[in-house]
């Protein structure tokens, strides 16, 4: 494992950005059409780039004044060739119009990257949190 080189990072801030400006095309921009994503939220999996956009479209519309900051923490990588896989641990953190704190929830996030074009574009992402043995609930905060 290494520190994420510059190019990998920009995909994490182009995440970042996009989440916060709730720009969809940006959002769906760094995914290859045959993403395959794993996500915490009702649906067992979403294929295909459409079924993503329709997901961060209806998320970023839910939010209505609302805009959500995203910390990504602990970051590593490795890469083979044109391959990357990048772990992580991500905190949403919603904030009002006028920037007060709402709410927060982190995520455990594992994304797969391939290199095309000279872009790197996620291919796979995964996100997940542990679940309390005793109560069967899911633990969105670290700590």
């Known amino acids: 494992m290494r520190v994420l080189d510059t190019a990998l990072l920009q995909v994490l801030e182009a995440y970042r950005a996009a989440v916060y400006a ?15 994503v794993f996500d915490m939220w009702g649906i067992w999996s979403h294929s295909g780039i459409g079924a993503w956009r329709a997901v961060a479209a209806g ?7 609302e805009r959500v900051l995203v910390e990504f923490g602990d970051a590593q990588v ?12 991500v905190v949403y953190r919603a ?39 005793e109560t ?4 969105l905060s670290k700590g």
Do not use: C
């Open 59 to 65: 998320w970023f519309d839910s939010l209505g004044s």
């Open 136 to 139: 069967a609930k899911v633990i």
């Open 95 to 133: 904030v009002s119009a006028k920037g007060a704190n709402l709410r927060s929830m982190t995520n455990r996030m594992t994304l797969a990257l391939k290199q095309a074009a000279g872009a790197w574009k996620i291919v796979h992402e995964h996100t997940s949190a542990p679940v309390d043995h």
């Open 78 to 89: 490795n890469v083979a060739q044109d391959l990357a896989v990048v772990h992580v641990f």
């Open 22 to 36: 709730k720009d969809v095309d940006a959002f769906v921009a760094l995914y290859d059409e045959n993403v395959r």
